[in-house]
């Protein structure tokens, strides 16, 4: 045997993911399904590039991002307030790319139709693997760019649209999102920021106190604050409670001179991750900014913000699922491990798969929702197909989507660390970051739990409408499969959760049950994705087998047709008794009672029993 020193003896091969797109073959599978043949063909050179990008150059600028975070400089040597945000030469590159790249161009150039945003969207996933968290401002741009085109004025378009659509870095615009305070984050209608007319500057004059402000650097950001009434006939400086006295608004956050607009940046937050993201507290005193829309209808005003960057956290959990998935086959291929490699070793295997399957439904998800997105931004609004199924199946499915991926996210990258085993758990291999950065995903955006009670908003303003275009949605993508007898028992599943989930909300849809509809509200979430996830697994494997079919000769299509099949049965396998968990078990009437027992109500008598005790022990020794 020779003895090992710190320059001989055992390495390990580095596993390398060289591009991803070539190497990942779901997403390139879904894409020819969902996107005509010439679209596809036009845009693979370009998506080949960015993924050939990130793993180079961005992969480099995401390590110095890291290793140089942000900071602020408050005060300059002479006491003067400066409030200097100093991030890096990498994270300003980023921009730049972005730019070049038009990560948000594509969407609103549209030169594809409908099928810009998959464009978008499939090049947003794997240029995040190398531009890390820049991709958060991004978001919000995208988000902002359509709440402008939406209802901006034509002076915003001229002057914000136009630049954060652009393909020039030296014009190019990002865009903050500034709605969270210190009463509450969801919670938008305790916002304590107010918007008071000026009318010597012909704008409003915004003061308040942001508690959380991601892409503090942006050029422009939208914001919610409590509108003063501007009218002398209306008893100016009134304002109105709760979220119907909000308005949204539009602000630079820079003046022509480069100094804040009326803010102090009060200090960078410490985060658990995305710690190369600049996220302040932010004074607002006099910012001057526009109104976007209609008074009073901020709330409503910023859906189109909220569908948007839902979906984009879906395609990050989406990017960083892929990513990881991607090394741990790849080092399951070079590791060996008690005379065989684990990708020859049966609870590995099992482990990656579980992981493969997963990640397969958060893409099929994930792409169907940016498809319902492309079709609602490209297609006449008044067809009755967009108006009335689309755009409330969107509403519906973002809130949905956004939760689930981010829990499926952060499962696959605790999965992940350990398929590496003690190399997993070091900083350098990045995996720790990743698995840090993905959990912001199930926070940003709205909780599970918040997400889950806005699912219960949509049911309710719809009068349950809602959940019957979900469910003749599923049907419709399974109608063609119900003939086909290797397609019996996964049709059979999914109609029986559709019911479950139907007698649940019926069931408990009254004053008296809405606690018990309210308890169960996570599980029906979590349950209506993996249903449609289900669905959209057995649409693209009969698609998927058609191809094979029409090609017989060739073995590749094949081998694809036969994957898809084992990956759509195995989730449906099992997706009856999961949904009947998360619904049943979960949501039982008793259930409320049950909790506040066990989690408070046994505390407080054990503390007032501890405190009578005390007392008799004082007059005791009296």
Partial sequence: MVFASATTGFKQDVPEIQNAFLEDPVMVSVLERLLPGDVLKEITPDLVQISEWSMTEGAALLDRMEEDQPRLRQYDSWCRRVDELLVTESWNKQKNVAAREGIVAIAYERKYGEYSRIYQMAKLILWSTGAGLYSCPIAMTDGCARVIELIGTHEMKDEVYSRLTSRDSSKFFTSGQWMTERPGGSDVGRTETQAVWDEEKNAWSISGFKWFSSATD??????????????????????????????????????????????????????????????????????????????????KNISSILNITRIHCGLNCTSTMQTLLLRSKEYARRREVFGALLKEQPLHLATLANMEVQYRATCQFTFFCVGLLGRTEAIDNNLPEIKDRDFPLLRLLTPILKLWSAKNAFYLSQEAMECFGGQGYMEETGIGRAMRDVLVNTIWEGTTNVLSLDLLRVMSETRGAALEIYSSTIR??????????????????????????????????????????????????????????????????????????????????????????????????????????????????????????????????????????VERFGEAKL
């Fill in 218 to 299: 942006a050029d422009v950001t939208m914001l919610l604050a409590r509108t003063h009434e501007p009218d002398p006939s209306v008893a100016p400086g009134t304002m109105k409670d709760g979220s119907r006295g909000l308005s949204l608004y539009l602000a630079r956050v820079r003046d022509e001179e480069g100094k804040l607009n009326g803010v102090r940046i009060h200090r960078l937050k410490d985060k658990v991750g995305t710690k190369a993201l600049p996220t302040a507290e932010l004074e607002l005193d006099g910012m001057v900014g526009q109104l976007v829309g209609e008074k009073y209808r901020g709330v």
């Fill in 476 to 613: 419709e993508i399974m109608a063609p499969l119900k003939g086909q007898s290797e397609w019996i028992k996964s049709a059979k599943s999914l109609e029986e959760c559709l019911v479950l989930i139907a007698i649940r909300f019926t069931a408990y849809s009254t004053p008296e049950g809405r606690k018990t509809l309210e308890a169960s509200a996570r599980g029906l979430s979590l349950a209506m994705a993996d249903v449609i996830a289900g669905a959209l697994l057995c649409q693209h494997a009969a698609w998927s087998q058609a191809k094979a079919k029409a090609n017989s000769s060739n073995a590749l299509a094949a081998a694809e047709a036969k994957v898809d099949q084992i990956s759509a049965r195995r989730w449906c396998e099992e997706l009856y008794r999961r949904v009947d968990h998360q619904i049943q078990t979960l949501g039982r009437e008793e259930r409320f009672e049950e909790d506040k027992q066990m989690l408070f109500k046994l505390a407080e008598a054990r503390g007032a029993a501890a405190a009578s005790s």
